[in-house]
């Protein structure tokens, strides 16, 4: 049987033209046009024609080259340095430039805030191309992992002692270091080397101990002191809170950001509040999950005429058990200011923390309690029975009616196929279950990434392909 062999000296085996690299169809043409189509002013990218010195890369390919290689899950700087050797692709997408793993590794560095507004465009983009409508947004959280050990996070006591430790351990390093001079003997070289260790891993402890006192921390990790500890399905890391905010219609996203807090509590208005500066409108309705029901943080959102879908922690519970003792059998009576038992008896105001921002409401005596008929089922306290009252309850008592409302439903359904599907695409197919740099604000670009990568994967399938979509973003690009 003949075989397929190939023929390395064969003259014809690529086009004599770096166009001719890729096809009309390949994906890579929409990354291509996708990044001229942004306005480098906006992005905060500016270039200076009359700059004297060596001349620099074209930002817009170093971009695109980022965007791309992400897109890939490639986000070593070195991988991208071979590919740019290896892969017609980013050849074709750089027009044959080769910027090193250096050069690659500080555009990342020194253009965090152009890579966070490319997604900020990206959507102005599809809202311009009628994917994204901005009436319904849902919003989600994940924990990621960031580029530190879990084990470097200490107490303040613990990076003292090693402080102490660390300076005398210089002094010693300073002694070798004069004796041998004198003696002329062993390796200076070495010495040095562990001297300049030391000294970083010094300045490294200062500055984590600076931040813990300035933030009020009791812990912090050396290596990232941004990052938080938390506690997920694959055990206790050390990392960040991503966020992400999509439209209703495709499923696309309007925002996206990275918080170090180990929970979604406070995290509702702050971003409704960044999808609607993207839009540049504000949405009609926001829907997320109980993670974010902290009534003072959706009272914000709600005040500002947006609809908001959030189920209490205790309507998330699946099957709840039914008790017809529940705070909500109690009635409460404004007027009076006390809530009524299903007994008739009268709780009156007691005090209120405002700390907790809660109100109390007991009898005046136990003996209302001690003699009904359900003391033991309605409450075990020798004190007798007692109602927190939320100072925002009012706006409680509204989310809990409007998530059980049949329209509240129809919208939290579409809640999972909306959001999740985008972390499972961003950690699974972009690689991106880890973080590669360190920092917040580093964190905060690089997540930008990947949410950029998944909109503009989504577009094309979107737009009807490749070749579509190419036209359309070079209809409106700024640069044709």
Known sequence: MALKTGNRHQTTFLPACVEEFVGEDDPVRVYDA???ALVLEELGIRIDPRKVGNSPYDPVSMLKLLVYGYSYGWRSSRKLERALHHNLSFIWLTGGLKPDHKTIANFRRNNKKALKNALKQCARLCIKLGLIDGNTLFIDGTKIRGSSSINKTKSKRYWEKQLGEIDSRIEILFKECEGVDQEES??????????KKAENLREKIKSALSKMEKEGKTKVNVTDPDSINFKGRQGSHSGYNGQITTDEKNGLIVNADVVNESNDLNQFSNQVEQANEVLLKPCSQACADAGYSKVDNLKETVENGINVIVPSQQQAIHSPKENPFDKEKFRYNKNQNQYICPERKVLEYSHYSKTKKQILYRFKKKIPCINCQHWGVCTTS??????????????KELLEKRYDSEEGQAVYKKRKEKVEAVFGHIKRTLNGSTFLVRGLESVKAEFSIFAT???????ITLQGGTISLVKQLKAISPRE
């Open 34 to 36: 996708f990044i001229d």
């Open 186 to 195: 062993g390796s200076l070289i070495k010495v040095n080397q562990d001297l």
């Open 382 to 395: 020798q004190r007798g029975r007692s109602i927190i009252r939320l100072f925002n309850e009012d706006v």
């Open 453 to 459: 990568c998944y909109n503009v994967t989504r577009m």
